[in-house]
């Protein structure tokens, strides 16, 4: 009986931890999805709408739409969870009390019983009219096996007793816990038609001037593609150099690399998607490679690296030790850093202003300078990781966000 009692008891810790590992886990996830959910909104309300800010404003609410999905799908998750256990709890605690009210009946039976037939004489003369010692101690035994009996009965109805207490409280904490979860439901449902809506109104612009817009894009296009040439053309050129007094015949595409060069470049690598982000706080508005524009689904755009919107006035930061390798200031005064870590390059575009120069040493968390804040409100820093001549995409690179 009393093995079936432990086992009972652990199954029910376990269903109970289960579920509140599972809610925690749950709830962890919705508070950094509404982080997330809280900087796209920064922005949004922060950034004016413009033409040139469109493209952002509109790719930004599609971040915001799908994380506000993701949370709706893990209220529901919790408010489904919550109903199961609910329920489970009210089978147990009716299966509990009627555990207790037959112990309970039983035992007072038992007390009954006991009160009417075995008084202390009546003991002494069972004890007394044993034929040897031996049947006399199995006496002894067998009375005291009853009174063993009543106790184990009692702990029993004690222990049932705790445990329909304990599952009452947690069904009261459960409802409560609903109620909250399904009034976040709720409001996160409202949220997302009124961010739909706002979708649809800005797509309504854009549609009404579509072909401005699809010449914006060409325009960014052109920009872009003139960026990448001068990154590969800085890059080449410091490949070039880093053969100088080496004896060796260069490799257009790939750096010489001294055996300092090379510990850097392997503890870099070491480091593949442990890099922190170049940026302490913000959330990532464009990713690496193609995808189809938010503006019109035919046209595609191209990214060589990640963009991240950050609060105006934010630091960029170095996301390992290297050496700043260059500093190239744009005609119309925007600064990019490029720092080398072996052969791997990180390059940080679109600073305002800069705190290191060419050839210094920087480590990990190092600050590299401001990021600019154009007249629409908007602080993105660029982000590029290159490995000799070649692009990478920083997913594989960094912490995830």
């Keep these: 009986m009393i093995k079936k009692l432990v086992v009972v008891l652990l199954v029910v810790f376990c269903g109970v931890l289960g579920t509140a590992q599972t809610q925690k886990e749950l709830e962890r996830k919705k508070a950094a999805i509404q982080d997330k959910i809280n900087q796209y909104d920064r922005l949004l309300k922060e950034v004016r709408q413009e033409e040139n800010t469109m493209t952002l404003l509109l790719e930004t609410l599609d971040k915001k739409i799908a ?12 408010a489904n969870a919550l109903t199961r256990a609910i329920k489970n709890n009210r089978t147990e605690i009716k299966k509990l009390d009627e555990e207790v009210e037959s112990l309970k009946k039983e035992y007072a039976s038992m007390i009954v019983k006991a009160y009417k037939s075995k008084n202390d004489q009546s003991r002494l003369m069972f004890l007394l009219s044993s034929e040897d010692f031996l049947q006399a101690y199995k006496r002894i035994q067998y009375l005291k096996s009853i009174a063993d009996y009543r106790k184990k009965q009692a702990n029993e109805i004690s222990d049932k007793s705790a445990q329909l207490k304990q599952k009452t409280e947690k069904l009261e904490i459960d409802k409560k816990q609903k109620e909250i979860v399904v009034a976040q439901n709720r409001k996160q449902k409202k949220e997302l038609s009124k961010d ?53 015949k260069v490799d257009k595409n790939k750096f010489f690399l001294t055996p300092e060069a090379k510990a850097l470049a392997a503890d870099f690598k070491s480091n593949r998607g442990k890099l922190p982000w170049p940026v302490n706080e913000g959330f990532v508005s464009r990713k690496y490679g193609e995808m189809p524009s938010p503006i019109d689904r035919n046209v595609r755009i191209y990214s060589n690296g990640w963009r991240f919107q950050t609060p105006k006035g934010a630091s960029a930061r170095a996301v390992f030790s290297g050496e700043v390798d260059a500093i190239v200031k744009k005609p119309n005064g925007i600064l990019i850093v490029y720092i080398r870590h072996g052969n791997y390059t990180s390059v940080y575009n679109n600073l305002k202003s800069v705190a290191v120069s060419k050839g210094d040493k920087v480590k990990v968390y190092d600050t590299i300078g401001e990021v600019f804040t154009n007249r629409a409100g908007v602080s993105e820093l660029r982000f590029i990781l290159m490995e000799d001549t070649n692009t990478l995409n920083p997913a594989y690179w960094l912490l995830k966000g």
């Design 196 to 248: 739909k809506t706002e979708q649809e109104n800005m797509l309504a612009v854009v549609n009404a001037n579509k072909k401005k817009y699809s010449s914006q894009f060409k325009e960014a296009a052109k920009e872009r593609d003139r960026l990448d040439r001068e990154i590969k053309k800085l890059i080449a050129a410091r490949i070039k150099e880093s053969y100088k007094g080496s004896g060796k």
């Design 67 to 78: 994380s506000t999905q993701e949370i709706i799908t893990i209220t529901n998750r919790e």
